[in-house]
């Protein structure tokens, strides 16, 4: 089914160590964003592309890095993590900015002890 | 800035009752679009519906209703005859053309209960 594809869906790390969530789309969207959901904070932006080999910081970049070589694929990568780092992720995809509705993908619940 | 503001935190309804979820945003641009999310417990965001600055047509889709409202910038979303299964999280998003170079803006979100 086409969509956005997250993996994995749930993961524990341990303070310090490393670990990258993938986020894939088969739509051909140029556009693609990583959001943390926090309770009562709603989503907020963490990076995004607006495509293959452009990336830029959204309101809560500190502590992730993201890299765009194809249009398909937009990970997220924790280099050392904390538990701050303790969220949902979720990662969006759209045809362009703004406009048209963004396509979600379902998650990844991350826990760092 | 931009903002998005929901706000009603929780809040908790008997079947059947109707129930406005408010929604208040701040832009400068003059082009922008304001979405509604619902996030049911399965945790996943479903898209409910997208509006742009130039449409302030409301919109009704079933039991659903939205009013926007550039006045007051106000773009409150109604439910009719409130049914268990509309007990989620629900959001309002705001894109700005330019401002927020398109990326979407999130207001804190408003837990709906409905009770049988």
């Known amino acids: 089914n086409a969509g956005v594809t997250q993996t994995p869906k749930f993961q524990v790390l341990k303070t310090g160590q490393s670990m990258t969530l993938q986020c894939a789309q088969d739509?051909?969207?140029?556009?693609m964003s990583w959001y943390r959901q926090d309770p009562g904070m709603g989503l907020r932006l963490i990076h995004y592309?607006?495509?293959?080999?452009?990336?830029d910081q959204g309101e809560v970049p500190n502590g992730y890095n993201v890299s765009r070589s194809t249009t398909e694929d937009f990970p997220l990568r924790l280099l050392s993590a904390a538990p701050s780092q303790t969220s949902v992720y979720f990662c969006?995809?759209?045809?362009?900015?703004?406009?048209?509705?963004?396509?979600f993908g379902s998650g990844t619940r991350l826990t760092v002890v | 800035a931009q903002k998005v503001t929901q706000a009603q935190t929780e809040i908790s309804v008997v079947e059947k009752e109707d129930v406005t979820l408010d929604c208040v945003y701040e832009?400068?641009?003059?082009?922008?679009?304001l979405f509604w999310y619902k996030q049911p417990p399965s945790g996943e965001l479903v898209f409910l519906i997208r509006?742009?600055?130039?449409?302030?047509q409301n919109e009704i889709s079933g039991r659903y209703s939205w009013n926007f409202q550039k006045s007051t910038s106000s773009f409150n979303f109604t439910i009719t005859a409130s049914q268990v299964v509309d007990s989620a999280v629900y959001f309002c998003?705001?894109?700005?053309?330019?401002?927020?170079?398109?990326?979407?803006?999130f207001g804190k979100g408003t837990k709906l209960s409905v009770k049988p």
């Open positions: 592309s607006v495509g293959a080999g452009i990336t």
């Open positions: 509006r742009n600055s130039f449409d302030e």
């Open positions: 998003a705001l894109s700005e053309a330019v401002g927020s170079q398109g990326n979407l803006i």
């Open positions: 832009t400068r641009d003059t082009t922008y679009y």
């Open positions: 969006a995809s759209s045809y362009w900015q703004g406009g048209y509705g963004y396509t």
């Open positions: 739509m051909n969207h140029e556009y």
